[in-house]
């Protein structure tokens, strides 16, 4: 039987790199439609027309936003290019799946159609009102919309519920070095729960491995600053090796950051501050510790707790493997569940 091809759209490329391969190994013909780097934005390259424009809004107006719509303009641009050079090779799609996909103009979508009429949109992020305008505004291009926060769901009718996923776990020895693991953007919230959390495990000697884009000031000699993206791999191997992962709730959603299934899949504790984690099928107060990051009672016993395995039809249904079939209603698949309101 001939393979289906999945056309993906990832903007991020340690992300797609990853699910690129994966998808392979699970028979999969998966085709990025960023197969190398994405280009960076040369302003240089900007008309005089616009340079002019944006002087006058940034000098006339106060307003800086009249470059991000430049941004905007160019990527929009830029992808608009790369389907149209897929469309002109008369390349195979049976599937196509789009990763943050209020970041595509309706002229990509509509060409998109073009290749398959099996569309679908994933939003992993939160869905700002202008997110959903965009999403609502091409919903005519595409299959299915799915987000990951099924309190969004009532901004887009039809919009269906799915989580994140995990990986195949990668192969080599298991070392637990670390107590405490966390790779993340920061903000100043973020700085001062881990800054809270930092002060509050010392006193336990534990072992912290924190690493984040330089692009706060601290001075907190555990965080870690890094100047250039970390490889999935090479994270999905720090997860390995550390007894827990630190989850920071961004307060823009409550959606289930990936950290949870990574978490779920290589049997390692959560910390986090998303009390939305108990109205899962797999949370269990033994391995997720719930705290605001200040008031930290009860995390030294909870490490010292075993973790509590999952049933593998859990684990299962939040693979990859029966993610992608509940995507596309493909063969037999494990239906992931919309979590239950118990508070």
């Known amino acids: 039987m001939e393979k289906k091809s999945i056309l993906i759209v990832d903007p991020f490329e340690k992300m797609s790199k990853i699910l690129i391969e994966e998808l392979n190994n ?8 960023f197969k190398e780097k994405m280009k960076s934005f040369d302003y240089s390259q900007v008309s005089r027309f616009d340079k002019l424009k944006n002087i006058f809004h940034r000098f006339f107006f106060k307003n800086n936003n009249y470059y991000h719509v430049l941004l905007e303009k160019f990527y929009q641009k830029y992808t608009e290019d790369l389907l149209e050079n897929i469309i002109k090779q008369k390349t195979k799609i049976d599937y196509a799946l789009i990763f943050r996909p209020h970041g595509f103009s309706s002229k990509f979508y509509k060409h998109l159609t073009k290749l398959t009429s099996e569309i679908s949109l994933y939003e992993y992020d939160g869905l700002y009102n202008s997110r959903a305008l965009i999403l609502k505004k091409n919903q005519k291009y595409v299959k299915n919309i799915f987000l990951f926060d099924h309190i969004d769901l009532a901004k887009i009718e039809g919009a269906k519920f799915i989580t994140n996923y995990h990986y195949t776990i990668l192969s080599g020895e298991e070392d637990e070095k670390y107590d405490f693991y966390y790779l993340g953007s920061h903000s100043d919230e973020r700085i001062t729960n881990l800054t809270n959390f930092i002060n509050c495990t010392q006193k336990y000697n534990k072992e912290i491995n924190i690493q984040a884009p330089k692009n706060l000031i601290s001075d907190n000699e555990n965080i870690k600053f890094i100047t250039q993206a970390i490889d999935y791999k090479d994270y999905l191997l ?8 630190i989850d920071l709730k961004s307060p823009i959603h409550n959606g289930l950051s990936f950290r949870f299934f990574e978490g779920l899949n290589l049997e390692k504790k959560i910390i986090t501050n998303n009390h939305s984690v108990k109205n899962y099928n797999f949370y269990h107060p033994d391995n997720i510790f719930i705290t605001d990051y200040e008031s930290f009672d ?46």
């Open 238 to 245: 720090s997860i390995k090796n550390t007894k827990a992962i």
């Open 298 to 343: 009860g995390l030294e016993e909870f490490m010292q707790k075993t973790y509590h395995p999952m049933p593998n039809d859990i684990v299962k249904m939040y693979s990859l493997e029966n993610w992608i079939k509940n995507i596309f209603e493909m063969g037999d698949y494990i239906p992931i569940p919309i979590p239950k309101i118990t508070q």
């Open 26 to 33: 699970l028979d999969y013909n998966a085709i990025p439609l």
